[in-house]
């Protein structure tokens, strides 16, 4: 499923923030400025209650904060986070790096991950490995260019470029042929977060949005 609404919205959002207060808002911020998918990261304390608070705003029938958000887990670096962001519910991994023990625990339990690699061996390698998609990360390093070379001999490897994204050049990245485009402090800042800033954060949200879908 994460893979259709990456197809449909063209855009992930990362939240990386010191503290999430109320995540059922914040997702419902994001949905509401056309970015479904919402990246959680390990590097915020205590993800995992944010998750599950995320995640059950999303299930609980006639919940007010419901907003349809797909929820998922990043900077997953080990075996053990990988098992307690998918027992909080995650929806979907993502790793930073090639990591074949986070691959086997999502495998495992039918989750959906992706992978992050730069090299085309370290591509061919997360493709090996059950990636659904391969995050190409850091994105900054490279260039949309490196992108376009790399789907010349992997044409059917899906990519989510991640890293120094924004509005200015979202649109770049998927006309070098990015399944979807990652959404982090361009979006959704540590600041706007703390102010509850929902309305900012939608509006960003829509103008990134906007321009990705300028490479369709």
């Known amino acids: 499923m994460i893979i259709d ?3 449909t919205d063209h855009a ?3 939240v990386r923030a010191p503290r999430v207060d109320d995540p059922g808002a914040l997702c419902a911020a994001l949905v509401a400025g056309g970015i479904r998918a919402v990246e959680f990261t390990f590097t915020t304390p205590g993800v995992e209650e944010i998750v599950k608070a995320a995640v059950a705003a999303q299930d609980a029938p006639g919940n007010q904060d419901a907003s349809g958000a797909i929820i998922g887990v990043g900077t997953v670096t080990s075996v053990a986070q990988a098992e307690s962001a998918i027992a909080a ?3 979907f991994l993502v790793t930073p790096g090639l990591h074949e023990g986070v691959a086997a625990v999502a495998r495992g339990a039918g989750i959906p991950f992706l992978l992050g690699a730069l090299s085309p061996t370290e591509v061919m390698r997360a493709v ?3 990636s ?3 995050k190409i990360f850091p994105a900054s390093l490279v260039g949309p260019g490196y992108l376009s070379d790399l789907r010349g001999p992997l044409p059917d490897v899906l990519f989510v ?3 120094g994204l924004h509005a200015g050049n979202a649109g770049e990245w998927m006309r070098a042929g990015a399944l979807a485009v990652t959404a982090g402090s361009s979006v959704v800042s540590a600041t706007a977060i703390e102010a509850g800033d929902w309305t900012g954060i939608t509006e ?6 906007a321009a990705a879908r300028v490479g369709d």
């Open 132 to 134: 659904a998609a391969v």
């Open 161 to 163: 470029p991640s890293g």
């Open 5 to 7: 609404v990456l197809a």
């Open 89 to 91: 519910g995650a929806r």
């Open 204 to 209: 960003r949200a829509r103008d990134f949005v």
């Open 128 to 130: 090996e490995w059950g």
């Open 12 to 14: 992930l959002a990362v």
